[in-house]
């Protein structure tokens, strides 16, 4: 499974983005995306995941009503929308994907995308 994220960038306190992450290869394997992110300084985080045979979502609680997680299932595109956005949003995002792989489980990453929130 390949990940691809895009739609990071700069945006000013308030404001929305929304991410995307383009998953190839053995996608019907993915169970479980999530995205992540990781600030200069910090270790990674969990923002966000959904399970993909259920369609169920789970957050962080510092995203809880600003952050929604979705996908496109014929794209396979996973997508995090940002809203009212804050400077303690300001990271390196990334999408995660856990997948079935030879009788276990793996993990696959992205490269990230760089938000920045002004104030």
């Known amino acids: 499974v390949h990940l691809v994220e895009s739609g990071g960038g700069l945006v000013q306190t308030g404001g929305s983005l929304r991410l995307s992450c383009a998953a190839s290869?053995?996608?019907?394997?993915?169970?479980?995306m999530r995205w992540h992110r990781q600030a200069p300084g910090k270790q990674r985080e969990l923002v966000a995941g959904l399970a993909t045979l259920v369609g169920s979502t789970n957050y962080a609680e510092f995203v809880k009503g600003r952050f929604t997680i979705s996908r496109d299932v014929a794209k396979n595109i996973v997508y995090l929308q940002m809203n009212n956005l804050t400077p303690e949003d300001t990271a390196v995002y990334y999408c995660n994907a856990v997948f079935r792989y030879q009788s276990d489980y793996a993990d696959s990453w992205g490269q990230g995308t760089q938000v920045t929130v002004s104030s």
């Open positions: 290869g053995s996608t019907d394997d993915i169970y479980i």
